[in-house]
C-alpha cells in the first residue's frame, strides 16, 4: 500500500480486537503512527503495538474507558506526552445488554447510551483542538440503529444516538476542517457477536439476503474507515456510510 496517511497521528478506541483492531492496522499500512485504545484487552492490545512497530510505525497502548470523562481526560493527558498533535481518531470502542427491552432498566440504557454515544462527543471536545491541521472522526455503528433487532433495542437507540451526534459535531466542526462521519457496519463475526443468543440465525439471514457474499470481515469495515480518512474524502461529512454487501437493500 502507497503511504497515503504518512505522518498522521491516529487514536483507535477500541483498538485491540475485531474492526478496531483492523482499523489500527489499517491506518498503520497507510503510514499512521496510532494510539491503541482499550478496556480490557491488555495483551492484544500489546500485541497491536507489536504489529505497527514492525510496520515502523509508533504505537502506545493506553486502558481507558471511553464514556467515561474523567478516563478520557486522563487518555489525552498520556497522549500529549507521546504526541503534539491528532489527525484521525476511530471511535470504535462499544459495549451494552443484550436483552429484550421490556426487561432492561435505566442502568443499561445509561452504560448503551454512555459508551456508545456520549464517548464520540467526549472524544471530539478533546480531540478536536489537537487537530490544529484540520482531521478526521470516524464513528462506528452498526445497522440496528436503523432496523429492529431481537435483544438489541438498547444498543440500536445508542447507535442511532451516536449517529445524530456525528451529524451535528460534522456542522460545529467543519468550519475548523475537521470532517466526521459514520461507517455503519452489517453483521461481522467478531467477538461482540458471540454474546448474541440468535447468532448462528443472524450470520445464515445475513449471509442469505447479501448480494455481494455471505461474510463481511473486519478488514472490510476497515477499509471503509481509511476512504474518509482520505484526502479525497475532504467534501464527505455528516455522512453514515453503509458496508454490508447490500444486505440493507435485500428487503
Excluded at 93 to 104: F, R, T, Y
Excluded at 142 to 160: C, D, N, T, V
Aim: aromatic share 6%; proline share 4%.
Amino acid at each position: 500500500m502507497n503511504l497515503t496517511l504518512s505522518g498522521k497521528v491516529a487514536l483507535v478506541t477500541g483498538a485491540a480486537r475485531g474492526i478496531g483492531r483492523a482499523s489500527a492496522l489499517k491506518l498503520g499500512a497507510a503510514g499512521c503512527d496510532v494510539i491503541v485504545n482499550y478496556y480490557n484487552s491488555h495483551e492484544e492490545a500489546e500485541s497491536l503495538c507489536q504489529q505497527l512497530h514492525a510496520m515502523g510505525r509508533r504505537a502506545i497502548p493506553i486502558q481507558c474507558s471511553v464514556g467515561v470523562p474523567d478516563s478520557v481526560a486522563e487518555m489525552f493527558d498520556t497522549i500529549k506526552k507521546d504526541f503534539d498533535r491528532l489527525d484521525i481518531v476511530v471511535s470504535n470502542a462499544a459495549s451494552g445488554v443484550l436483552k429484550p427491552a421490556m426487561d432492561m432498566t435505566l442502568k443499561h440504557f445509561r452504560w448503551c447510551l454512555e459508551t456508545n454515544a456520549f464517548a464520540i462527543n467526549l472524544l471530539a471536545q478533546h480531540a478536536a483542538p489537537m487537530m490544529t491541521n484540520g482531521g478526521r472522526i470516524v464513528a462506528l455503528s452498526s445497522l440496528g440503529a436503523q432496523r429492529a433487532m431481537p435483544h438489541y433495542g438498547f444498543i440500536g437507540a445508542s447507535k442511532a444516538a451516536l449517529e445524530s451526534l456525528v451529524r451535528t459535531l460534522a456542522q460545529e466542526l467543519g468550519p475548523r476542517g475537521i470532517r466526521v462521519n459514520t461507517v455503519s457496519a452489517g453483521v461481522v463475526d467478531t467477538d461482540a457477536l458471540s454474546h448474541f443468543p440468535n447468532r448462528d440465525q443472524v450470520l445464515a439471514e445475513f449471509a442469505a439476503r447479501t448480494p455481494v457474499g455471505p461474510s463481511l470481515k473486519p478488514e472490510d469495515v476497515a477499509d471503509a474507515v481509511y476512504l474518509l480518512c482520505l484526502p479525497e474524502a475532504n467534501w464527505v461529512n455528516g455522512h453514515t456510510l453503509i458496508v454490508d454487501g447490500g444486505f440493507a437493500i435485500s428487503g
